[in-house]
């Protein structure tokens, strides 16, 4: 058991937890966007796998990982928008539309990176390169602390400042709160002569931004190769973060943590004799009980206020 | 009746040229609205309206009203006529023009993003920036409240829409058009949703708005409203304007008489009802909505097998619920229906239809048919365990023939009874919920609204055939706003107001569209003792 | 021309629904076929060989079938959950604990093979019925996200299926993660020899033909369809929807438990699944090409399967990636879903359709 104390309480083991939140933070805050525009965005799961893969050869063909980086935002931004043409202008059952496109994501990353590095599996002979990793002074040398904050991907960091600005943008802007209106109320906006498709059009694209971003980080900062299916599902927890979050960035970005946290203790209990599927079991089975307590809280308030209303 | 005009709006003002000093700010010609379906909703439409007055616009359901309001909120593009803005033609293409011409609106459901504050609710579109990205919070709000301050809106603007009343969300409405420079202002019906006080403050702030100089096109169905604070009302009737005039050279019994004037006279056949047993009695149904209003305030009647009792009404004052909650859509919170003596317990669909309840909803997209399923399988929803083969398989054949029988019986245009439903007309696919629910186990059909919106060959029909089914012994509630309808279908009538009966006449025969006018609109009432005559017949 | 302007609007609709979609595939093919033009010298080749792949040999054609029947398994379940207007994907978590209940029994349960083998694919749909129970009954109960909880109710299922396989039927003696080995005779027999297609097929028959029965013949299709099609309108006549809904969920939660058996026992002699299999996301891909009709159903599988094992021999003959038919899968179900694709031709021939209808007198009073 202390083995097992041991190996969780250990600099290395919170090290570990935000290397691995950082890509489920970014795709969650894309999540929160598209959520609060009115979008159920299953899409990010394909997008930020895309994008993994178009910032590899971007790194290895043009300008290295920065530029790579680069790459992987502008497909996020032009996948996320593809979606969005299928299913508003074409009026394509969105839910429908993502299901395609991650379908699409899965075997066209495979079918290009073959053709490109005649490898079905990964790209690992490509020299692509690796996002830097940033040493923050001051912070470095707190012990302890400094061990597990600093000398983190240069991604990482983006991500963390990424939930302040994510609630910056939905709250403290213009742009926010009409986003926040076209998934509450798009005949408010309509109203006061705001486009809500144009809205959604944006919000779309600010996801693709970190869709993007989250695959870039898998692709040339969590490895430096791109392998088949590597999100493996992340998107979808991403956005089972955001409806646990409530769609809020901040409680969004707790939830991705959590998955991190048991994410990483799958890793760090392979030593021990807990089963690690149980414990890799468990986030999953937390978002659905999360879920429940919310939709209970949200269903019992709602009749509260009712019968308050009824009363007056 | 000297003061009603009865030419050409334009020469009203030459007409009374004691009034000349009044200036016109907005003035309609000609529209003629015709929706894709072939509807006429405006025709010959005519009007003016003098800055800074209110301006009552009043009529039937379906009159036309709303339709012209669009058009002048450029939701809706008429197919001819000319909008006359301080003197100069506008095209009114979208809300946005509409907003930039200084014309806002309120709209009867209010158009609010329940999650924000009152303040984010006004600014939105069009928020107070600072540092060119962020939102100035601090001006938002002050901008909020300095408005509120100057139209005497008492509020708190950071109060969030969804924890606050209707009044207030409605307050928040006419904010938000103030905000955007509206100098013309179009309520729809604004006071439906409104309890007494929140109609007296909305009122006072009416009248403050007038003072500073606003224009307020005020619709509504209510005459006492409008006698109390309008300057002018001009009504319509079957899409068209038919006369402006001021409120104070007028009474209400003059508008009513204007407003319902017959244009078609419909006759359906029937013989005299041939009453029987009591099917359904209801006795003091109270109903509250989700916003805490009382729809139905006490509600009670008997309705008998072999008659046809209609129940008139203004929309809104709770003839909907009252069907919804006979049909066990809604659950009364207060109150019994017993059907052939036998109370009620559940409030369900299923127990209601269970005891020979059969209903052909108003909204019949909604809750009449499955739009993308075939005429057949329409047919049987409320009854497929009657045509069933060892109790689990449809019996195709059977479901066929009896189809085909009542597409033929319904005069159902189609090319076969695999047709989906949403193919259909409106009128075809009202026939076809009709077909359904108009059956011989039918004890009690309570059928709302049931030629609304639909083509006069298709109204007809289904009127007949309501009165076939009475005629067979069904007891009939009938639920409309049409009064040709009311009078000529129904044995007795009923009418609803503010979620009450107010009358009651056994015998319509002799009933006029004047006098149910005058009921519905709340400028008569009846006393107790005869409202109550529904309970106490045999 | 003449004859296509006086058909019924019916059947225009239904005819234009055929036309839409040959002219859906026409568009991913040719999309495709420049993808790949870009990364071979011979893309006419290519493509040619995806269309005869799976009829170059007995064998190939018969991996189609055998590819088929998981699919039109997944189909079937997904079709009766979406019927009844539920986006449940946890058809894929029910295939998965499907396959791995019967691998057990296969393994542990004495008695005569025969009815072993009854018993496990039985035990299998129960266990899926389960499964799919979950994001129905929450969604009934508190109107959870269905999609979201089956997402990640697949999840759970994997981790918590692999947990129950290591404890109780990993072989620690095999090189790779398999368990044990199923007792012989718990197998369905194969049908072709040198081939794998297994009498599975014939289980598949059945399921198509119950569930085509089901959905259209009898009463409980019957409120189903409606409950699915408009909810308020199945309430208000009466129709008790949570508890169509429900069933709906434990029906489509069987058929892809029992799927998930058919090809563990079919194709599989260890259980040896370290992966979701994605037949969820099949099942839902087979809806749209099959539009939903469960008749359909093992036609778009075998569209499909085709497809996949024609792509397969591209690979091997001309070395494009077979991944490209998931582009061509993606490509026909955007487009074959998009509403508003043509919806602007079509609109003008029903229009000119009614109009002639009317002339001719077709619709009279």
């Known amino acids: 058991m202390s083995q097992v104390f041991e190996s969780i309480f250990s600099t290395g083991f919170f090290f570990s937890v935000i290397r691995v939140a950082t890509p489920l933070i970014l795709a969650s805050m894309g999540a929160v966007i598209t959520s609060n525009a009115g979008i159920t965005n299953i899409g990010i799961e394909g997008v930020m796998l895309v994008s993994a893969l178009t910032g590899v050869f971007a790194s290895a063909y043009g300008f290295g990982p920065w530029f790579g980086l680069l790459i992987s935002i502008i497909t996020g931004v032009l996948c996320s928008l593809a979606i969005g043409y299928v299913s508003m202008s074409l009026k394509a059952d969105s839910a429908l539309t993502c299901i395609a496109f991650n379908t699409m994501a899965v075997g066209g990353t495979v079918y290009f990176m073959y053709a490109v590095v005649k490898d079905k599996g990964t790209t690992i002979a490509l020299n692509s390169g690796k996002l830097p990793s940033l040493e923050i002074p001051l912070i470095k040398d707190i012990p302890v602390l400094g061990e597990i904050l600093s000398n983190h991907n240069v991604v990482s960091y983006m991500a963390l400042v990424m939930i302040f600005v994510v609630y910056v943008l939905l709250y403290k802007t213009p742009l926010g709160l009409r986003i926040r209106s076209a998934g509450k109320a798009p005949n408010a906006l309509s109203s006061v002569g705001v486009s809500f498709l144009k809205t959604r059009y944006i919000a779309l694209g600010i996801s693709g931004v970190l869709g993007g971003m989250a695959g870039a980080f898998m692709s040339m900062g969590y490895v430096t190769w791109f392998s088949k299916n590597m999100t493996a599902g992340r998107g979808f927890i991403a956005l089972a973060a955001d409806a646990m979050g409530n769609s809020t960035p901040l409680g969004a970005a707790l939830s991705a943590m959590l998955f991190a946290i048991a994410e990483a203790l799958s890793y760090a209990l392979q030593i021990t004799t807990i089963s690690p599927e149980l414990v890799q079991m468990l986030p999953y089975a937390v978002t659905i009980l999360g879920l429940i307590i919310y939709s209970v809280k949200k269903s019992s308030s709602d009749k509260k206020k009712r019968e308050q209303l009824a009363k007056n | ?538 | 021309m003449r004859k296509v302007t006086k058909m019924s609007v019916n059947r225009f609709n239904t005819w234009f629904e055929v036309l839409r979609f040959l002219i859906a595939i026409f568009i991913a093919f040719a999309i495709s076929f420049i993808i790949m033009s870009f990364s071979t010298d011979s893309p006419f080749a290519a493509i040619g060989n995806l269309f005869i792949g799976p009829l170059t040999s007995v064998r190939r054609f018969s991996t189609v079938l055998e590819m088929m029947i998981p699919l039109t398994f997944a189909g079937l379940a997904v079709n009766v959950m979406f019927k009844a207007n539920q986006f449940n994907l946890s058809a894929e978590g029910a295939f998965f604990m499907g396959a791995l209940i019967s691998a057990i029994l296969a393994i542990y349960m004495p008695g005569q093979a025969k009815l072993v083998l009854i018993i496990a694919i039985i035990a299998a749909g129960i266990v899926g019925s389960l499964v799919c129970a979950i994001p129905g009954a929450l969604k009934i109960k508190w109107n959870c996200s269905e999609m979201v909880v089956s997402l990640m109710l697949n999840y759970v299922m994997l981790y918590f299926g692999t947990y129950i396989f290591n404890q109780v039927a990993r072989d620690p003696n095999s090189a790779y993660k398999a368990s044990y080995k199923f007792r012989t005779g718990v197998g369905l027999s194969n049908i072709i020899p040198k081939t794998r297609l297994h009498s599975g097929i014939f289980i598949m028959i059945a399921f198509v033909i119950l569930t085509y029965i089901f959905m259209y013949k009898t009463k409980w299709g019957y409120k189903l369809r409606m409950t699915g099609s408009n909810i308020h309108f199945a309430k208000c006549a009466g129709i008790g929807v949570s508890g169509v809904i429900m069933s709906s969920q434990l029906i489509g939660g069987f058929i892809a438990g029992v799927g998930g058996s058919v090809e563990m026992l079919g194709m599989y002699t260890r259980f040896q699944w370290s992966a979701l299999p994605g037949y969820g996301f099949d099942g839902v891909i087979l809806n749209i090409i099959a539009k939903e009709n469960p008749a359909f159903i093992p036609v778009a599988a075998f569209f499909v399967a085709y497809l996949r094992i024609g792509a397969d021999y591209m690979y091997k003959q001309s070395d494009v990636a077979a991944e490209i038919v998931s582009i061509i899968e993606g490509l026909v179900i955007v487009l074959v879903a998009a509403t508003a694709f043509l919806a602007k031709f079509r609109h003008r021939m029903t229009t000119k359709v009614s109009k002639n209808m009317l002339e001719a007198g077709g619709a009279k009073e």
């Open chain 2, 1 to 538: 009746m000297s003061s009603y005009y009865k030419g050409h709006p334009q020469n009203l003002v030459k007409d009374i040229g004691y009034r000349m000093k009044e200036k016109v700010i907005l003035k309609v010609e000609n529209i003629l609205k015709v929706y894709p379906n072939g509807i006429v909703a405006n025709r010959n439409v005519n009007f003016e309206v003098y800055e800074g007055e209110i301006h009552a616009l009043i009529g039937e359901n379906g009159a036309g009203k709303s339709t012209l309001m669009k058009i002048l909120f450029g939701i809706e593009t008429p197919e001819e006529g000319r909008i006359i803005l301080n003197g100069e033609e506008v095209k009114i293409e979208n809300s946005k023009k509409a907003i930039g011409l200084g014309i806002g609106m309120v709209h009867q459901h209010f158009m609010l993003v329940d999650s924000l504050t009152i303040a984010e609710n006004i600014a939105l579109g069009n928020e107070p920036k600072k540092r060119g990205l962020f939102i100035d919070k601090a001006k938002m709000i002050k901008q909020a409240e300095e408005y509120a301050k100057k139209y005497n809106f008492k509020i708190n603007v950071t109060d969030k829409i969804e924890d606050v009343s209707v009044g207030v969300k409605q307050k928040t409405e006419i904010l938000k058009a103030l905000v955007r420079g509206a100098k013309v202002l179009i309520l729809d019906e604004p006071t439906a949703v409104l309890t007494p006080q929140e109609t007296r403050e909305l009122f006072a702030e009416l009248k403050t708005l007038k003072k500073q100089g606003h224009t307020i096109i005020f619709i509504s169905h209510k005459l006492n409203e409008i006698m109390e604070i309008c300057d002018r009302v001009t009504i319509m009737r079957h899409g068209t304007t038919v006369e402006t005039c001021y409120v104070k050279d007028t009474n209400p019994q003059e508008i009513s008489n204007k407003m319902v004037g017959r244009e078609i006279v419909l006759h359906v056949d029937k013989k005299p009802a041939k009453r029987g047993e009591v099917c359904l009695e209801a006795n003091n149904l109270v109903y509250v909505n989700g916003i805490g209003k009382k729809m139905l305030d006490g509600v009670s009647l008997k309705l008998r097998r072999g008659e046809i009792l209609s129940v008139a009404g203004v929309e809104g004052n709770g003839q909907a619920e009252l069907a919804e909650v006979l049909t066990g859509m809604k659950v009364p919170i207060n109150g019994t229906i017993k059907i052939l003596g036998k109370e009620i317990k559940t409030f369900t669909p299923a127990t209601m239809r269970g005891n020979k309840v059969t209903y052909i909803p108003e909204d019949r997209m909604r809750n009449g048919c499955a739009a993308k399923l075939s005429i057949m399988d329409n047919l049987f929803t409320d009854k497929i365990e009657k045509y069933l083969k060892l109790k689990i398989f449809l019996d195709r054949k059977k479901m066929k023939k009896q189809s085909e029988e009542l597409v033929k019986d319904f005069k159902v245009k189609c090319s076969s009874i695999n047709n989906q439903v949403q193919v259909l007309s409106g009128g075809n696919i009202q026939k076809v919920v009709a077909a359904r629910e108009l059956t011989e186990e039918a004890q009690i059909i309570i059928a709302e609204q049931p030629t609304r919106g639909i083509d006069a060959g298709a109204s007809e029909l289904i009127r007949r055939k309501i009165v076939e089914y009475r005629d067979k012994g069904a007891a009939v509630l009938l639920i409309s706003a049409d009064l040709n309808e009311v009078l000529e279908l129904s044995d007795s009538a009923i009418v609803m107001h503010n979620g009450r009966i107010n009358a009651y006449f056994k015998d319509t025969s002799t009933l006029t569209e004047e006098e149910l006018g005058y009921y519905m609109l709340g400028v008569k009432n009846q006393s107790e003792e005869e409202v109550n005559a529904i309970l106490c017949e045999k």
